[in-house]
Every structure is written in structure tokens, then in C-alpha cells.
């Protein structure tokens, strides 16, 4: 009886999906710093949105999330008031915006975060909604969006990012 009770447990454990070892959603929670950030058109196109080497910042609290990423390589204003031309090529190369969200169903690609955007630099995303799935593995943040709009670009497409605590 207890080999036959043994076999049903390794069994039953191995059957169940990685994903239901429920991430749980506080583990979300704090400030993360950009290391990767890539988008894929439904054309199976890949770009880097912000060049090779984005920078940014994820802050998630209990109930509210931040985002702000930019190109690490754009130039700074000459002068303390930018012009035209300066304002215009840092608005293409930020994504910046704050939102309430959801983080309650878990899903083989993470747990599903529902943002509903209230405020952006881009106002085309304010009183939007957001989809990601989010799971933190070996000290690393891994999100993966529905399809979204990319706001540097127009276009819409799956944004995937990697990103590690800050400190």
C-alpha cells in the first residue's frame, strides 16, 4: 500500500505544470532595473525599440505600477531648455508612464498583470489597458506583454524585457 501511495505522489507531481507552483504576485514588488528590451511585430519582426543598450526602471507596489526606459545613448539638451528638434527625439526614445493594475491569475508564461494606465508622457496610452505576464526566476524579472502599443513607435507588438532588482 505504501509503494502504491508513493507512486500516485510522484506521479501526481510530475503531471502537475511548472506554472501551478503559483508564483506568488508579491514577489513582484519593488524597484527593477532594464537589462533587455525587445519588441516582435506580428510579421515575426524583432527590434530594439531603444537601441542596444536601454535603460530604465520598473517600480511595482502592492496596487501601482511605474515605468520609465529610455535610449541609454540619447544625447542630452545642449542647453537647459531643449528645442524642438531635442524634444522631439527624446519623446521617441522613452517610455514612460504609471498605471493601477491586477496580478491575480497565474498562466503558464508568469502571473498576468493587468495595468489600466492613468498617466503617460505619451497621452495615446493614458486610459489604456495593458496585459503582461510576469515571473521572477533566478534573481530575474521576465515580462512578456500581449500585443501593445510600442510608443516609440506606433505600432503594436509584444514587448519582452528582462530586468534585475535595483538597489
Same mark, same amino acid.
Given at each position: 500500500?505504501?509503494? /502504491?501511495?508513493l507512486?500516485?505522489?510522484? /506521479?501526481?507531481?510530475?503531471?502537475?505544470p511548472a506554472?501551478a507552483?503559483?508564483?506568488?504576485?508579491?514577489?513582484?514588488?519593488?524597484?527593477?532595473? /532594464?537589462? *533587455?528590451l525587445?519588441? &516582435?511585430?506580428s510579421?515575426?519582426?524583432?527590434?530594439?525599440?531603444?537601441g542596444?543598450?536601454?535603460?530604465?526602471?520598473?517600480?511595482? *507596489?502592492?496596487?501601482?505600477?511605474?515605468l520609465?526606459?529610455?535610449?541609454?545613448?540619447r544625447?542630452?539638451p545642449?542647453?537647459?531648455?531643449?528645442?524642438?528638434?531635442?524634444n522631439?527625439?527624446?519623446?521617441?526614445?522613452?517610455? &514612460?508612464w &504609471?498605471?493601477?493594475?491586477?496580478?491575480?491569475?497565474?498562466?503558464?508564461?508568469g502571473?498576468? !498583470?493587468?495595468?489600466?494606465?492613468?498617466?503617460?508622457?505619451?497621452q495615446?496610452?493614458?486610459?489604456?489597458?495593458?496585459?503582461?505576464f510576469?515571473k521572477?526566476?533566478?534573481?530575474?524579472?521576465?515580462v512578456?506583454?500581449?500585443?501593445?502599443?510600442?510608443p516609440?513607435?506606433?505600432? *503594436?507588438?509584444?514587448?519582452?524585457?528582462?530586468? !534585475?532588482?535595483?538597489e
Amino acid at each position: 500500500m505504501k509503494k /502504491l501511495l508513493l507512486a500516485a505522489t510522484i /506521479l501526481a507531481l510530475f503531471a502537475v505544470p511548472a506554472y501551478a507552483q503559483q508564483q506568488d504576485a508579491k514577489e513582484l514588488v519593488g524597484t527593477w532595473k /532594464l537589462t *533587455t528590451l525587445k519588441t &516582435t511585430g506580428s510579421d515575426g519582426k524583432v527590434t530594439l525599440p531603444l537601441g542596444e543598450k536601454p535603460e530604465g526602471f520598473v517600480t511595482i *507596489t502592492p496596487n501601482r505600477m511605474w515605468l520609465m526606459f529610455i535610449d541609454g545613448t540619447r544625447k542630452a539638451p545642449v542647453a537647459p531648455a531643449a528645442t524642438d528638434a531635442e524634444n522631439v527625439a527624446m519623446m521617441k526614445t522613452n517610455a &514612460t508612464w &504609471t498605471g493601477t493594475y491586477m496580478a491575480n491569475e497565474q498562466t503558464p508564461d508568469g502571473v498576468k !498583470v493587468a495595468v489600466k494606465v492613468d498617466t503617460s508622457v505619451n497621452q495615446v496610452l493614458a486610459n489604456t489597458d495593458r496585459i503582461y505576464f510576469m515571473k521572477v526566476s533566478a534573481g530575474k524579472l521576465h515580462v512578456k506583454s500581449a500585443p501593445i502599443v510600442i510608443p516609440m513607435t506606433g505600432a *503594436t507588438a509584444v514587448a519582452e524585457y528582462e530586468m !534585475v532588482k535595483a538597489e
